[in-house]
């Protein structure tokens, strides 16, 4: 907004914006006239340190490895910079993470690592529901379906090993694809897959194939021609998933 447009505006609002802006720039914007110093670094201190708090509980594994100095000036850079849409706390650390690609100073992982941070609490806070299921039940002809907080997911870097003695600075050769869902416990768990289970899982999410048609469609894709012995392993395979709560059953 600019200087003529920010002086049509009424007072209160004209104070509003000098408070807002010096609280997210305090060394670049005055502020607001008739405010002690004093007070207005009690305002500074604890928006900022609620703002950090959000943000850095989200990013622990990101924070250590980025060193506490280069954190706080990120955390005060996307503090400066962001423009809010939500109303609510819980989504700061998902705009924190759509912010980091803006960065270009970060190490190459960074992004990446951020998200599979973030999705532990994208999904803790999952509200979906399962539909009306089975627990027990034969998984090859009826439609698996598995946990309704759950999320396959494929990165260029090593992010579960990555930490303050492991920073990869080259992306693999091949993806790691990796599993994080939300057990009957309400528990988050983290897995790592291979990419033929990490397939089957994201053709059967929708809950819609049974697991015989998800087999069939996986066989055609990476070209088994032993539909028999792909069935069989499929078969186990489905039955161990159920075990580890990540198929909770098949559809009633």
């Not at 008739?34 to 924070?63: D, H, K, T, W």
């Amino acid at each position: 907004m600019s200087t003529l447009e920010s002086k049509a505006l009424p007072l209160f609002q004209q104070y509003q914006q000098t408070f807002t802006a010096h609280i997210r720039q305090p060394r670049q914007h005055a502020r607001p006239a008739g405010v002690s110093a004093r007070r207005m670094q009690v305002y500074n201190e604890i928006v900022f340190n609620n703002f950090f708090s959000a943000v850095s509980a989200c990013y622990p594994v990101l924070q250590r490895v980025m060193g506490k100095r280069a954190w706080q000036a990120l955390v005060r850079r996307f503090f400066a910079e962001h423009q809010a849409t939500s109303p609510f706390f819980r989504d700061i650390p998902k705009a924190f993470l759509e912010f980091l690609p803006n960065v270009e100073t970060l190490p190459p992982f960074a992004h990446s690592l951020a998200h599979y941070e973030w999705i532990e609490l994208a999904i803790a806070a999952d509200d979906s529901i399962a539909p009306a299921l089975t627990a027990e039940g034969d998984l090859l002809h009826g439609v698996p379906i598995l946990a309704p907080a759950l999320a396959v997911l494929a990165y260029d870097y090593p992010v579960q090993k990555i930490s303050t003695r492991f920073k990869p600075q080259a992306p693999l050769p091949e993806p790691v694809h990796l599993l994080v869902f939300r057990n009957q416990q309400d528990e988050v768990k983290f897995m790592e897959m291979n990419a033929i289970t990490a397939r089957l899982l994201q053709l059967l999410q929708p809950g819609q194939m049974t697991g015989l048609a998800a087999l069939q469609q996986l066989g055609l894709e990476i070209g088994h021609a032993e539909t028999a012995a792909l069935v069989s392993f499929g078969g186990a395979l489905l039955e161990d998933l159920r075990q580890q709560q990540i198929v909770w059953g098949i559809a009633a």
